[in-house]
């Protein structure tokens, strides 16, 4: 059955897991990677097996996350693709991490979680950023106007899709599924425009530390002295995104992350392509500067075996406060993937706990 509560982690789905993890629940962030010599339809089996291993684990909620024109993703259409997961799961939640509000007409994103959630009732979160997640020119393909791209159309569009799951201002137009069919909403952000906003409109925030860790204090601050209590929530409920790479050593961990690395590099750099095999990332040859910028976006994210993963998930939670912590693993082969988030399930997660 699905939590009474669609934003609080305190009743995870599963067992092993929901008998481990009391105060900070953990959930899962997948972008169905791609892996140099696969296929984008080998990714997505990859996502799918990852959502039954994690539901069997116990772990909270599966997102997967909206990006386009990037050949190492294939969660670029994540409605089409979570009602695969939804067909092929049955406790965890699903949902968006996140649908990106710019790139889609809202009645658009009413009509397709209106209908997800008429499907699988109580079990969809609808994540939504304003980033469009590429670039200008794919972004300008996908929504095929300017109008509604900049970050200050953002407000009215959002209120547009809530007004379409409510029928709060009935017009010509009815959501059909969508109107009284309204999943769990959050907004997910990197600064702090989303994270005031959602404090404003009493809504759960998801902050992205896995790629911009040095606003993650900035803006749960922010979105904290912001909240004001609403029909979803009467206090702040925040989550918070880390890469996390478990093995049974520091040094396989390391090695494990080495495609992510370089993959987020090249992206960086123009030259995105499918991630490449942990032997090709060790072997890559990073000047001086490219492994700065490396070290810099690994500061604050969680690698290395179940000891050093539990302190620096611990440090993190600590840190930040965080009610629940979402968990993104990006490694070459899915069995590593999948084994990463069963040595965190089984050695890391009952170790969890915020000081009083």
Known sequence: MADENPYAGTKPAGVGLADRVITVPLSVLDLAPVAKGTTAGAALQATTELARRTEELGYHRFWVAE????PAIASSAPAVLLAHLAANTSTIRLGSGGVMLPNHAPLVVAEQ?????????????LGIGRAPGTDQVTALALRRTMEGLSAEGFPRELTDLMNYFSGEKPGQIIATPGRGEQPAVWLLGSSGFSAQLAGLLGLPFSFAHHFSSQNTLPALA?????????????????MVAVNAVCAETDERAEWLAGPSA???????SGRP????????????????????????R?????MGSPETVRRQLTDLVERTGADELMLTTLVYDVQDRVRSYELIAEQVAGGLRRSA
Do not use: C
């Open 262 to 268: 370089l993959s987020f590099l090249k992206l960086r």
């Open 222 to 238: 922010l979105y904290r002295q912001n909240f004001r209590p609403s029909q979803w929530l009467d206090k702040p409920y925040a």
């Open 298 to 302: 690994r500061d604050g994210q969680a």
């Open 113 to 125: 979680f209106g209908t997800l959630e008429a499907l699988h009732p109580g079990r969809i979160d």
């Open 273 to 296: 392509e499918p991630l490449s095999t942990p032997d090709e990332a060790a072997a890559y040859p990073y000047s001086e500067i490219e492994r700065e910028f490396i070290v810099a």
């Open 67 to 70: 990006h386009h024109n990037m």
